[in-house]
């Protein structure tokens, strides 16, 4: 054999197996890689856009606990003040109602005290008169008369 003949008839194989090749192999596996490499490209969009979506929802709640934070603190105030103004309002009724009590107790303490002055004025006036009898039912004597008026005066 020829080394020439050889050598042509190895570029013909190869030539047609290129052919071949560029034909029917290749077309496939060129398919194949622009669908890899769309499929990787699309993910990694998606991959952007959903870390784009992360930080934007992370702004998000981030905005909603400061506002909710916002309306806790707002509530907090208007009840600690609703509370305040409650207390108030009870001080004040407490005030109005201490003072009738101490009205009521004054009036009474007035009223007792009448009475008892009045029960003294009719016991002095009791006395009294018993001492006049007493004085009266015996003879007039200075020491007699004086010593019923200390009995008088340790019954008072």
Same mark, same amino acid.
């Given at each position: 054999?020829?080394?020439?003949?050889?050598?042509?008839?190895?570029?013909?194989?190869?030539?047609?197996?290129?052919?071949?090749?560029?034909?029917?192999?290749?077309?496939? #596996?060129?398919?194949?890689?622009?669908? =890899? /490499?769309?499929?990787? *490209?699309?993910?990694?969009? @998606?991959?952007? &856009? !959903?870390? $784009?979506?992360?930080?934007?929802?992370?702004?998000?709640?981030?905005?909603?606990?400061?506002?909710?934070?916002?309306?806790?603190?707002?509530?907090?105030?208007?009840?600690?003040?609703?509370?305040?103004? #409650?207390?108030?309002?009870?001080?004040? =009724? /407490?005030?109005?109602? *201490?003072?009738?009590?101490? @009205?009521?107790? &004054? !009036?009474? $303490?007035?009223?007792?005290?009448?009475?008892?002055?009045?029960?003294?004025?009719?016991?002095?006036?009791?006395?009294?008169?018993?001492?006049?009898?007493?004085?009266?039912?015996?003879?007039?004597?200075?020491?007699?008369?004086?010593?019923?008026?200390?009995?008088?005066?340790?019954?008072?």
């Amino acid at each position: 054999m020829n080394l020439n003949a050889t050598l042509w008839a190895q570029m013909v194989v190869f030539g047609i197996l290129v052919w071949f090749t560029m034909k029917f192999v290749w077309p496939p #596996i060129t398919k194949s890689l622009d669908e =890899r /490499a769309r499929k990787i *490209a699309d993910g990694l969009a @998606a991959a952007d &856009k !959903a870390k $784009a979506d992360l930080a934007n929802a992370g702004k998000q709640v981030e905005a909603q606990l400061a506002k909710t934070n916002q309306e806790a603190t707002q509530r907090l105030g208007d009840a600690e003040k609703r509370a305040q103004a #409650i207390i108030d309002e009870a001080k004040k =009724r /407490a005030d109005v109602e *201490a003072a009738k009590i101490i @009205a009521n107790a &004054k !009036a009474e $303490a007035e009223q007792q005290l009448i009475s008892a002055r009045e029960a003294l004025r009719e016991q002095v006036a009791a006395l009294a008169v018993k001492g006049a009898e007493q004085i009266l039912q015996k003879e007039v004597n200075a020491g007699v008369h004086a010593e019923l008026l200390a009995r008088l005066k340790t019954e008072l």
